[in-house]
């Protein structure tokens, strides 16, 4: 008995799942569909015994039939309805399941903690008014410069995910105050050496064996420890000394936890204060979690070596060598330099202004002509080797340019040394993403008079001149891509290496005679020759077949069969969608004049009875109501699913 009820249940809830999937023309969840099917079920005896009270039970003709339908219809529209309603109220994938529940919970207990823990810090600095959606405005300098401290100290005290985020926040000089921009630039990321049998246990799963295996010589002692990895030097058994860059255990999970925190404060920001909506802090935090993930996978770190090697070939700098057999996501084996870096002090008797010149012209060739460059040159990353040359160290943050963005910041750099705010304002509006609506008059107009206060005769340009002229971007709503204030920041960081390296060295200048002698190689006789050749060869197969198409043209038209064909939708996306939009007319029309007809039955008297109390036309009438109520599902349902 129960077995069989258990059977006829599922036959039903079968039958229906298939029944809806075929009306509505949408597959809908297990669960969903279980409720939908459980409602049919409870109410589909109910509405034919109602039904059967109409009946003669003396009739055994076709009449008990039609009611039996009429019934089925309307269960089965009532479970329809629960669907279509979940579907608009309830979108697929809006609930987690049982599962995903639990471990959400689990995961918001700990974000919860790690949350309390960031603002007990940042309220004991002072900032907890910022938190609240407190929008101070405007301030004294003295005031910014208290601010700009207490966020520094906060900051340090957060841990390293929110010492990344002030390092690359210290390079938006777009986005920030000077004052902002100075303190959060003495942010160190600097961490004691984790304990040598944590760092053992990371070697020994990600080199699926012991160490001695590897290596002839292994130093237990880092060289260097930062919060995401330490650097240990070794051997390897062919003698090669090398340096192992090996990351701290457990600090992917922190630092997921904390950009998930990051991500919130972010939107928390943009929703309540307007300088958030303004600096587009979500989109900030969306890039900054992008590289720190991918700072996080040395084997990333690996390959941008590979491509700054390629890039760095011929120059008179040198980058170490990575050992991708022996590399993996949480360690990294690379070529050991022997030199002094520029952290310390640098060696007497060093030709300080040539080696600041070679720095300079190499970070400027990566950038301008190869399109990849060290977007992080500050002292602990350059080394003076033994050989006199320049080595290149971490290259967790590398920059890249394409073609077309390399040659629209030549050309703005071009033009802002030919003092044209004209060139400029074209050029920069091909650098930045463009809003819909500008002043390009007001922008060439501000362009201008930034030129003409730092780029006249007699006035000393240096790098602060790029934060001014973020700060015109900034005021026209101009948003400075990722790659672009990367650019900025590498130069921004390599002045404050320059400095250190050769006090006086005048980087503007050094800057402008390299663009004077780029251009000059572009535009002597070899480059032209060598532009003129890659044009030509782009353009030969094209030339090759030219001819031949023009000839078969003439001869259509001269014979009068030349003709256009032009094929309307012949993408198939087109297709698809026009397809979609007749399907969505035809199934309203079906509805609607479904129940325009079951309307007018309903209102018919007379006609054939077959019950005491209803007519032949009113029951037809309510079949078509069900069914035109389906229909009109139906299209409310496709609705739903395309907003999606």
Not at 67 to 90: M, T
Not at 216 to 240: C, D, K, T
Not at 442 to 455: K, N, S, T, Y
Not at 592 to 613: D, F, H, I, N
Request: charged share 25%.
């Amino acid at each position: 008995m129960v077995v069989g009820l258990a059977a006829t249940v599922a036959v039903m809830l079968a039958g229906f799942a298939v029944a809806a999937r075929r009306v509505l023309g949408l597959r809908f969840g297990a669960v969903r569909t279980l409720l939908a099917g459980a409602l049919v079920i409870a109410i589909i005896g109910p509405l034919m015994q109602a039904f059967a009270g109409t009946v003669d039970p003396a009739d055994t003709g076709i009449t008990p039939l039609w009611f039996f339908v009429l019934a089925v219809l309307c269960a089965l529209l009532a479970g329809l309805v629960f669907l279509v309603v979940a579907e608009a109220l309830v979108p697929p994938g809006s609930l987690p399941g049982p599962l995903e529940l639990v471990r959400a919970a689990r995961r918001r207990a700990v974000r919860s903690r790690r949350y309390l823990q960031i603002t007990r810090i940042l309220i004991r600095h002072g900032l907890g008014p910022y938190l609240r959606g407190r929008d101070p405005g405007p301030s004294a300098p003295a005031g910014r410069a208290r601010t700009a401290e207490a966020l520094r100290l906060a900051l340090d005290e957060a841990g390293v995910t929110f010492v990344k985020l002030g390092q690359i926040m210290s390079t938006r000089s777009d986005l920030l105050p000077p004052e902002f921009v100075e303190e959060l630039r003495l942010l160190q990321d600097r961490a004691a050496p984790a304990p040598w049998a944590e760092i053992e246990r990371v070697l020994v799963a990600e080199l699926g064996g012991p160490v001695e295996e590897a290596f002839a010589e292994f130093e237990r002692e880092p060289l260097a420890a930062a919060s995401i990895a330490q650097v240990h030097r070794a051997r390897l058994s062919g003698g090669e000394e090398v340096v192992v860059k090996v990351q701290r255990p457990g600090i992917a999970a922190v630092v997921e936890q904390d950009l998930d925190i990051v991500a919130r404060l972010a939107r928390s920001l943009e929703r309540r204060t307007g300088w958030g909506r303004a600096f587009g802090v979500g989109e900030l935090a969306r890039g900054f979690a992008e590289a720190l993930r991918e700072e996080l996978d040395f084997r990333v770190e690996s390959a941008n070596m590979a491509a700054v090697a390629a890039a760095a070939a011929g120059e008179p700098v040198h980058v170490p060598a990575p050992r991708p057999e022996l590399s993996s996501r949480r360690m990294l084996v690379m070529e050991r330099l022997a030199g002094t870096p520029f952290g310390g002090a640098v060696p007497e008797g060093a030709d300080r202004q040539g080696l600041a010149r070679t720095l300079l012209e190499t970070l400027l060739r990566q950038i301008m002509v190869h399109g990849v460059f060290h977007a992080d040159p500050h002292p602990g990353n350059i080394m003076l080797l033994e050989d006199g040359r320049l080595g290149l160290l971490d290259f967790g943050s590398v920059g890249r340019l394409d073609a077309a963005l390399r040659g629209a910041l030549q050309r703005l750099l071009a033009a802002l040394d030919r003092g044209d705010p004209l060139g400029v304002s074209d050029a920069l509006l091909e650098v930045v993403a463009r809003p819909e609506e500008i002043d390009e008059r007001e922008l060439e107009r501000d362009l201008g008079r930034f030129m003409a206060r730092h780029l006249v005769t007699g006035a000393a340009p240096d790098m602060r001149m790029f934060s001014h002229l973020f700060r015109v971007v900034s005021a026209h709503g101009l948003s400075v891509p990722p790659e672009v204030a990367a650019v900025f920041r590498a130069l921004g960081t390599v002045e404050g290496t320059l400095a250190r390296l050769a006090p006086g060295f005048d980087i503007v200048a050094e800057a402008r005679a390299f663009s004077a002698r780029h251009l000059a190689e572009r535009g002597g006789p070899e480059g032209i020759r060598e532009a003129a050749a890659q044009e030509m060869l782009h353009l030969l197969p094209m030339l090759r077949r030219l001819p031949r198409r023009v000839e078969r043209i003439v001869g259509a038209a001269e014979h009068g069969r030349f003709g256009v064909n032009v094929r309307l939708f012949a993408d198939e996306r087109d297709r698809r969608y026009v397809t979609g939009v007749l399907h969505q007319v035809l199934l309203t029309v079906l509805a609607a004049t479904t129940g325009v007809m079951a309307v007018l039955l309903l209102g018919t008297e007379g006609g054939p009875s077959v019950t005491p109390g209803v007519g032949l036309l009113q029951l037809l009438g309510y079949n078509l109501l069900a069914i035109s109520a389906m229909l009109g599902l139906r299209v409310l349902v496709l609705i739903f699913r395309s907003e999606r």
